[in-house]
Nanobody
Framework: QVQLVESGGGLVQPGGSLRLSCAAS????????MSWYRQAPGKERELVAV????????NYADSVKGRFTISRDNAKNTVYLQMNSLKPEDTAVYYC?????????????WGKGTLVTVSS
C-alpha cells in the first residue's frame, strides 16, 4: 500500500533552518508529482510547495518563496523540503502529499505529518 513517512521536524529558533524528508513507498514514485502542505493551529491546511515527477517546475506559496526549497531524489524515493530563515508563523504540522494516477482522475495520499515549531 501507499506509504508516506515524514521526518525532520522539531524546535528551531527564528532565522534557523530545518530540512524535512518524506520517504515514499507502495507506488511508482518517479511518476508522481509531490508536494508539501502545512497546517497551523486553528488554520486550514495550505499548500507550501510542489514539484513535478522529474524534479522540475517547483512552485511555492508566496509566504515561503525565497526561503524554502523543494527537491526530490527519485533513486531514494524521497522528497525534501529545505527551510531557511524560519519565522514563528512557519510553525505548523507539515504533511507530505503524493499525486498518483491519471491527469483527470488523480488520487492524493498523505503522510501523518511532522511538527515544526519556530520559537525563541
Amino acid at each position: 500500500q501507499v506509504q508516506l513517512v515524514e521526518s525532520g521536524g522539531g524546535l528551531v529558533q527564528p532565522g534557523g533552518s530545518l530540512r524535512l524528508s518524506c520517504a515514499a513507498s507502495g507506488f511508482t514514485f518517479s511518476s508522481s508529482a509531490m508536494s508539501w502542505y502545512r497546517q497551523a493551529p486553528g488554520k486550514e491546511r495550505e499548500l507550501v510547495a510542489v514539484i513535478t515527477s522529474a524534479g522540475g517546475s517547483p512552485n511555492y506559496a508566496d509566504s515561503v518563496k525565497g526561503r524554502f526549497t523543494i527537491s526530490r531524489d527519485n533513486a531514494k524515493n524521497t522528497v525534501y523540503l529545505q527551510m531557511n530563515s524560519l519565522k514563528p508563523e512557519d510553525t505548523a504540522v507539515y504533511y507530505c502529499n503524493a499525486r498518483i494516477g491519471s491527469l483527470y482522475f488523480p488520487n492524493f495520499y498523505w503522510g501523518k505529518g511532522t511538527l515544526v515549531t519556530v520559537s525563541s
